[in-house]
């Protein structure tokens, strides 16, 4: 459980409360949770999945330095038929969920997770290739993450786009927004 609050005497009598009731332990400032480090300083916190990342690297067996720019190329079109079959499905659809969980605290690989994940009943070689060089770009971005800024405005932003009609197997549209407070993401979001 996380406790959070900018009163510490209100923290404290929650956790008197709570050890009343129930078995627990402080383990302190929060640092690492359900695999997300959280990173507190003067200017605010700052959430990543560096570790999880690492780790799925290991994984995949990406242990070389090479990494790209972009996470797919320019206006790639996925289809359900390009490439063969590949032979194990079960390995794609696990690092599609890994790279889904890896949305957390990566909203720039969101929209390309989505056009992968699409493929998970029937996975092709084309897709399983879109997911590696997803890995290689995350890689070569591995310490980005989320800011939540203590010294941030009380402006509220909100932005927006739609490609109508892009899909090229269902001719569906895709939308996608973002919300920041200041210049905190709050919340964002790529769907078809």
Request: aromatic letters at 14%; one cysteine or more; glycine letters at 6%.
């Amino acid at each position: 459980m996380i406790i959070t609050r900018d009163d510490s005497v209100g923290i404290r009598f929650l956790q008197h409360f709570l050890s009343q009731h129930f078995e627990m332990k402080d383990l302190g400032t929060l640092s690492y949770f359900l695999r997300l480090e959280v990173t507190s300083s003067f200017n605010g916190y700052y959430l990543s999945q560096t570790k999880y990342a690492f780790d799925l690297f290991s994984k995949v067996g990406i242990t070389d330095n090479k990494t790209i720019s972009t996470p797919l190329e320019y206006n790639a079109k996925l289809t359900p038929l390009d490439g063969e079959p590949i032979s194990d499905a079960t390995r794609y659809r696990q690092l599609v969920s890994s790279l889904i969980y890896l949305t957390v605290t990566r909203p720039d690989i969101s929209h390309v997770v989505g056009m992968v994940s699409k493929f998970m009943d029937v996975p092709r070689s084309v897709h399983y290739v879109a997911v590696l060089q997803i890995l290689r770009y995350v890689k070569g971005r591995l310490y980005h993450g989320l800011h939540y800024s203590s010294r941030s405005s009380l402006e509220f932003h909100a932005y927006s786009d739609a490609n109508w009609t892009c899909d090229p197997t269902n001719r569906c549209s895709i939308t996608g927004f973002y919300f920041l407070h200041g210049t905190s993401l709050v919340s964002w979001r790529s769907k078809k």
